[in-house]
């Protein structure tokens, strides 16, 4: 429990740090800034896709090689691999803007901001990943609550001294860059590039997948929700504001849930009790979201609470599925794993893509029938090969072999 919540920190303040300051600068500079969030929200699972891969992939690969080389090397390669794709991005900017339906001269200084500091906190993230597997949760907790501190106090001060974006972006970048250039210094001391990116794709293969099609699901979903009218569109960018953070820090369910596979420690009732604690405090910390900052908008009540209820659903169903099916990848077969999850995710891409003319719950919808299969699925291929026992603990059924997980 102590390990889950110390990791749900550090991704609570990696998500509320920039829902905060979009809020902070939409009332001081242009209330139009908070609308950055919404454009560069699919550039997230980009930043998700790199970390499965060069963070969480290369410490797996790490303790199942045991080869410790490979997190540095990792990191090295995800440092210049994410920063050509985020390069990419900023250099092409205004057409990405454009795509999502928005003006660049409105938002092109702060969409240019978050690509580049997306890069920045990546490579701050791996160093945190590489930590968290070496069990040095109080050093990364300290990391982050300084990175965070920082980029926050810098953005928002500099933005009452000075009206002029370039500055404000320019101050805060360079910031956590010097911070993070410090942290990377003082915790990857040796440089390797000798890294395997095809192997550390295979074992965190399902959380990539996922992301990837994710991308495009919020890539064009949000777009064809949005079509309905302000009322709708309005509804979804504030339920995915009181949201946001929460899924965020529900990814700390199967980073734990990875560590202690790995580590030959997983225990079932014990893990479904904590994820379950961690899930209702979510829950409950929207609820308070939603209740504080309604007055600040123009909403449809009735819409929103639609929308935010169906949420809700989707959190209840995630350790359902989601720490069985993490046993599955790194125990039995990343195959079947990525398949039931991939399968998942493209069934809920059609379901936008076929019902996102028809209505604007289509994306809510599809995520809770997606989870609904994955639970079922998983459940099938868990249960017909392993059972629980009373410890906790899992084995492979027909044999007297212990898996020692």
Same mark, same amino acid.
């Given at each position: !429990?102590?390990?889950?919540?110390?990791?749900?920190?550090?991704l609570t303040?990696? #998500?509320?740090?920039?829902?905060?300051?979009?809020?902070?600068?939409?009332?001081?500079?242009? #209330?139009?800034?908070?609308n950055?969030?919404?454009?560069?929200?699919?550039?997230?699972?980009?930043?998700?896709?790199?970390?499965?891969? =060069?963070?969480?992939?290369?410490?797996?690969?790490?303790?199942k090689?045991?080869?410790?080389?490979?997190?540095?090397?990792?990191?090295?390669?995800?440092l210049?691999?994410?920063?050509?794709?985020?390069g990419?991005?900023a250099?092409?900017?205004?057409?990405?803007?454009?795509?999502?339906?928005a003006?660049? $001269?409105?938002?092109?200084? /702060?969409? %240019? @901001?978050?690509?580049?500091q997306?890069w920045?906190?990546?490579?701050?993230?791996?160093?945190?990943?590489?930590?968290y597997?070496?069990?040095?949760?109080?050093?990364?907790?300290? @990391?982050?609550?300084?990175?965070?501190?920082?980029?926050?106090?810098?953005?928002?001060?500099?933005?009452?001294?000075?009206?002029?974006?370039?500055?404000?972006?320019?101050?805060?970048?360079?910031?956590?860059?010097?911070?993070?250039?410090?942290?990377?210094?003082?915790?990857?001391?040796?440089?390797?590039?000798?890294?395997?990116?095809?192997?550390?794709?295979?074992?965190?293969? !399902?959380?990539?997948?996922?992301?990837?099609?994710?991308?495009?699901v @919020?890539?064009f979903?949000?777009?064809?929700a949005?079509?309905?009218?302000?009322?709708?569109?309005?509804?979804?960018?504030?339920?995915?504001?009181?949201?946001?953070?929460?899924?965020?820090? +529900?990814?700390?369910?199967?980073?734990?849930?990875?560590?202690?596979?790995?580590?030959?420690?997983?225990?079932?009732?014990?893990?479904?009790?904590?994820?379950?604690v961690?899930i209702?405090?979510?829950?409950?910390?929207?609820?308070? +979201?939603?209740? $504080?900052?309604?007055?600040f908008?123009?909403?449809?009540?009735?819409?929103?609470?639609?929308?935010?209820?169906i949420?809700?659903?989707?959190?209840?169903?995630?350790?359902? @599925?989601?720490?069985k099916?993490? =046993?599955i990848?790194?125990?039995? $077969?990343?195959?079947?794993?990525?398949?039931?999850?991939?399968?998942?995710?493209? /069934?809920?891409?059609?379901?936008?893509?076929?019902?996102?003319?028809?209505?604007? %719950?289509?994306? $809510?919808?599809?995520?809770?029938?997606?989870?609904?299969?994955?639970?079922? =699925?998983?459940?099938?291929?868990?249960?017909?090969?392993?059972?629980?026992?009373?410890?906790?603990?899992?084995?492979?059924?027909?044999?007297?072999i212990?898996?020692?997980?």
């Amino acid at each position: !429990m102590k390990q889950l919540f110390q990791i749900g920190f550090d991704l609570t303040l990696a #998500s509320l740090s920039p829902i905060i300051s979009w809020f902070t600068l939409s009332l001081i500079l242009d #209330s139009r800034l908070i609308n950055v969030f919404s454009i560069t929200y699919p550039l997230q699972f980009v930043w998700l896709m790199l970390r499965d891969i =060069f963070g969480v992939g290369a410490n797996l690969v790490s303790i199942k090689v045991r080869n410790p080389k490979i997190i540095n090397a990792g990191i090295f390669t995800g440092l210049i691999f994410s920063g050509i794709i985020f390069g990419l991005v900023a250099l092409n900017i205004d057409k990405f803007i454009i795509f999502m339906n928005a003006d660049p $001269s409105i938002y092109r200084d /702060f969409c %240019l @901001y978050i690509t580049l500091q997306l890069w920045i906190q990546l490579v701050f993230c791996m160093i945190l990943d590489k930590l968290y597997y070496q069990d040095e949760n109080k050093t990364a907790n300290k @990391y982050s609550l300084t990175f965070n501190l920082l980029n926050f106090i810098v953005l928002i001060g500099t933005s009452f001294l000075t009206k002029n974006s370039k500055i404000i972006i320019s101050a805060t970048l360079l910031t956590i860059f010097a911070f993070t250039l410090f942290v990377f210094i003082r915790e990857v001391r040796r440089v390797s590039f000798r890294f395997n990116i095809l192997r550390s794709i295979k074992i965190n293969s !399902m959380d990539f997948g996922e992301n990837l099609i994710l991308f495009f699901v @919020y890539l064009f979903g949000i777009g064809k929700a949005f079509s309905f009218g302000e009322e709708y569109a309005l509804a979804i960018t504030f339920v995915t504001l009181i949201t946001d953070i929460q899924w965020d820090v +529900a990814t700390a369910i199967p980073v734990k849930a990875k560590i202690d596979i790995a580590k030959k420690r997983m225990n079932f009732p014990k893990s479904y009790k904590n994820s379950y604690v961690l899930i209702f405090v979510l829950i409950l910390s929207s609820i308070i +979201a939603f209740v $504080s900052m309604k007055n600040f908008y123009d909403l449809n009540l009735g819409i929103s609470i639609i929308f935010v209820v169906i949420e809700y659903l989707a959190f209840l169903l995630y350790p359902q @599925y989601r720490l069985k099916l993490d =046993f599955i990848q790194l125990k039995f $077969s990343a195959k079947i794993a990525t398949f039931i999850k991939s399968s998942a995710m493209a /069934f809920r891409l059609l379901l936008v893509i076929v019902f996102g003319p028809i209505t604007p %719950l289509a994306l $809510s919808i599809a995520q809770v029938l997606a989870q609904l299969y994955q639970v079922i =699925f998983v459940n099938l291929v868990f249960n017909r090969r392993y059972k629980i026992l009373s410890t906790g603990r899992a084995i492979r059924k027909k044999s007297k072999i212990k898996l020692r997980v």
